[in-house]
């Protein structure tokens, strides 16, 4: 879209009276531009198709927008036009698909304040934390537009006779990627992962979270403004069991990001089509503190990485395991620095977290956090939630006491709570970080930067950062990041984050005499000679 307003910065973010939480600038010109990017065959339109999708606002409940949702006709028809513009897009010059997504990333920045206010909107989260999403998302396009050139080189390799066979394995593209995004990253996990994917020559369909569409329906305005062709990302919205089950029957490769329990239907559903997948799903991620730990710093990144983005992130720490030589001082300091944690729904910067998404995720964490008590446990921090500042605020938690048979203990809660244990020593520490099935990310904090490398090496996850709750290894771009076990397959970030996209092909050209024995050469005199050359190259060491 090309219109004045959106070559400008928008107004000053402020709710309008008469929407709810609504951005003011948010014009309904603006929504029916957005919403026209959501793919529909009009051909096969039934009169009776199916109603819009209207989320509600998490701040108020207020309504957001209606957005079309689409049916499994729309799904075939954007995967049969994303792959009719992908043969187009395969043979384009990697230097001139590199230059939309730099260009991308400049408008990006620009228009930042946009963006801002729809993820605040759509996910109620604080801004910090909605601009955290911009500034992943900048760095994954300015690292994949320098490097995907580099990390998608086409390899030279030994061939069967050296000097005799040359061999050369380039990467080529999949083809139409699906990818299925989650309503609470829905900037970060929406375009994150789309391009890497275009970049290395793919057409893409997304499924938007019907919670957050207009934010990645805004996204895809502005790498069409960037110089996108209109064909090569195609959007979708609707139910999962609907919209997410056709696309993964239509497209060449899945990216999903979401629950474990969703993970093992997508990767079910796509091996029978024997297409790959790569799933981030859920975790319950684990923090230790070493008895030589800063408390002061362990306990103000703990405060981080357990309630950012109000506990709503996959990465995000569930518990902590405290050397008990240093538990009691620990969790003094835990408890005040989330204590003045500021809860708050505005379009500024002044709040530290925001609400639960939904009503059923407020319910889901209320129903761990009463669980854990009736059982016993106790609460340090927070185990409330907070109609009187919006109806889905939930404060942030602290538990002790938490035992084996509640809820909390060892499934995801996907919410601002954060058990605490302590333990006598590491190995112990070790042990029930490894409690589970989960496998996603960990941190571990000690001045001894060696031995906490050390234990890292024996945490199964797929991150462990050091020192840090969960930022450090997330924003490390140029490494992969995923999990193991029930935390899902696969990497996005880094050179597996954009050779996911392809398929390795080997190209081999035999020069001057064939393999095997020629017309008039028997078959075991070739296989006497060929076993000498083999021998030799033995003794002189060739592979």
């Known amino acids: 879209m090309n219109t004045e307003q959106d070559q400008t910065e928008a107004p000053p973010p402020r709710s309008s009276p008469d929407t709810g939480s609504r951005p003011a600038w948010v014009s309904g010109e603006l929504l ?23 989320a509600l606002a998490p701040w108020d409940l207020t309504p957001i927008a209606p957005v079309p949702a689409c049916t499994p006709e729309d799904v075939r028809s954007a995967a049969k036009a994303a792959l009719a513009a ?29 963006v801002l206010d729809l993820i605040q909107w759509e996910t109620g989260k604080a801004r910090y934390h909605a601009w955290q999403e911009v500034a992943q998302v900048a760095a994954i396009a300015r690292h994949y537009a320098r490097r995907a050139a580099r990390y998608l080189a086409t390899r030279r390799v ?10 050369r394995e380039p990467r080529v593209p999949k083809g139409v990627v699906g990818i299925i995004s989650p309503w609470n990253y829905p900037l970060y996990l929406g375009v994150g992962d789309v391009l890497p994917a275009l970049l290395a020559g793919n057409a893409v369909v997304s499924k938007a979270d019907s919670q957050t569409a207009l934010t990645l329906l ?50 079910e559903r796509a091996a029978r089509r024997l297409v790959g997948a790569s799933l981030e799903l859920g975790g319950k991620n684990p923090l230790i503190v070493r008895e030589d730990a800063d408390i002061a710093a362990a306990a103000a990144g703990t405060v981080v990485a357990a309630f950012a983005n109000t506990g709503q992130m996959c990465i995000h720490i569930e518990r902590a395991y405290v050397h008990e030589n240093v538990y009691d001082a620990f969790r003094e300091e835990l408890v005040r620095a989330t204590r003045a944690l500021r809860p708050g729904r505005a379009y500024d910067w002044a709040a530290d977290l925001g609400p639960l998404v939904s009503p059923a995720q407020l319910a889901a964490v209320t129903a761990h956090v009463d669980d854990a008590l009736a059982k016993g446990a106790k609460v340090l921090a927070g185990g409330r939630a907070r109609p009187d500042i919006g109806p889905l605020f939930y404060e942030p938690t602290i538990l002790e006491g938490v035992t084996a048979d509640m809820d909390v203990c060892e499934r995801e809660t996907f919410g601002p709570v954060l058990s605490l244990y302590s333990c006598a020593t590491d190995d112990e520490a070790l042990t029930l970080a490894n409690q589970g099935t989960y496998g996603l990310s960990a941190s571990i904090w000690s001045k001894d930067t060696r031995e906490a490398a050390r234990m890292a090496r024996l945490i199964r996850c797929g991150s462990v950062n050091i020192n840090d ?13 995923g999990g193991t076990g029930d935390s899902g397959l696969g990497r996005r970030h880094g050179a597996e984050g954009i050779r996911k996209y392809t398929e390795s092909q080997t190209i081999a050209v035999q020069r001057l005499v064939p393999l095997g024995p020629s017309p008039k050469q028997p078959a075991e005199s070739f296989a006497r000679r060929t076993n000498r050359q083999l021998s030799l190259l033995r003794r002189i060491g060739v592979r």
């Open 86 to 114: 992908q043969r187009a897009w395969a043979r384009t010059p990697p230097a001139h698909r590199s230059g939309i997504v730099l260009a991308f990333h400049d408008l990006l920045l620009r228009r930042q304040d946009q």
């Open 469 to 481: 709750g969960a930022a450090a290894a997330a924003g490390s771009i140029e490494a992969g990041m």
């Open 218 to 267: 805004w996204t895809r305005a502005l790498l069409h403004e960037a110089g996108l062709p209109a064909d090569l990302w195609h959007i979708v919205v609707g139910d999962g069991p609907v919209v997410g089950t056709a696309l993964i029957d239509t497209v060449d490769f899945v990216c999903f990001t979401g629950s474990t329990a969703t993970g093992r239907s997508v990767a």
């Open 32 to 54: 029916d531009q957005w919403r026209a990017w959501v793919h529909r065959d009009e051909s096969r339109r039934e009169p009776n198709g199916p109603r819009p999708l209207t």
């Open 158 to 167: 030994r061939g069967m006779v050296p000097g005799l066979t040359k061999v």
